[in-house]
């Protein structure tokens, strides 16, 4: 985690980098990336950060204008242009995952700058409203909003929506043919969620009976309209599992199958959750891991990582994971080829 922190912000000042095509190669002062120190939580100033990262930031010094600047090295340059390669060739997966993610609020719309907090999670082209949404005008409709300087991007409402089906419903699928399933009985199977802990994490038998009374307590699932229900304490609990449902669909619609809280909570009110997503993810370890280190508080999709891995990694991340291995090497050379 230590590491993936170092990673947001080396994406971020990458980002700034690469926004600024009016110099060539791309490039920003050096003084430019030290007043946004505290916004990018660079606690030490941006030099002393670059400096860590020489096979990612190249500082040098801009004669023309007597400063320095940043740029990325050849390496990183390499790297973001087959992120956005890879990204091209999956446009398709793109789309659905945007319907997917539009089809989980009541009114299949949710405000374009929410989009734009995650687009990178989504795995989106950075020009997605152009290549993306305008591309497809049968299936994305871009409206005003109530509020000023604000668009609301829609389904349109001649798009035919087929049965969506959650990824939950593939592991009940896999878990339904085992010879050995822990689940044992076909309502617990209909509505459970895959719970896996910290090998050290001991459960005491009145924590395993709350959580496999959970798992058989009937929920709407994500895509399923959300009906008024009498206030009541079962009520309650089916909301909340509810709750469940569409972060765990959220983050299985990630590149990385993980986002910062404070993201994914920007669609809390559009996906009708008036539950607090921090006290959520801590509610459910089995399925969620967050991360409170840092100013930042992170969530991981539990039973979509391994060893500190993807286990079925796609090609977005595959690229990701080599700025990631760049971020772990620090000022270490590459191995010399024997």
Known sequence: MDKYKNLL?????????????????????????????????????????LRRYPHIFDIYYETTVSQPFVRLTDVATQICREEAEAITATLPAVVDRLILLLSMSKSKSLPLRAIFKVWKELGLPDDFEDSVI????????????????THILKLVDEFPLRHLRPAVEDWRVTECSKEKSEMNSPVEMQYCFKHQYPSGMRLSKNFRAKVKEWQSLPYMGPYEELREM???????????????????????????????????SHFRKWFEIELNMRDLFLDHPGIFYLSTKGKRH?????????????????????????????????????????
């Open 298 to 338: 992170t969530v991981f999709l539990r039973e979509a990582y391994e060893r500190g891995r993807l286990i079925n990694p796609n090609p977005v991340y595959n690229v990701r994971r080599k700025l990631l291995d760049l971020v772990v090497m620090g000022r270490h050379q590459f191995p010399c080829d024997n």
């Open 134 to 149: 305008c591309q497809n005008p049968h299936i994305f409709s871009l409206q005003d909003a109530h509020e000023p300087h």
């Open 9 to 49: 912000k080396v994406i971020a000042i990458q980002d700034l980098i690469l926004s600024n095509p009016t110099r060539t190669p791309p490039s920003v002062s050096l003084d430019f990336l030290n007043r946004l120190s505290q916004k990018l939580h660079l606690n030490r100033g941006a030099a002393s950060f």
């Open 230 to 264: 009498k206030p009541s304490k079962v009520g309650m609990r089916r909301l909340e599992k509810r709750a469940v449902a569409i972060a765990h669909e959220f983050l299985s619609l990630t590149v990385e199958k993980t986002i910062e809280v404070e993201k994914i």
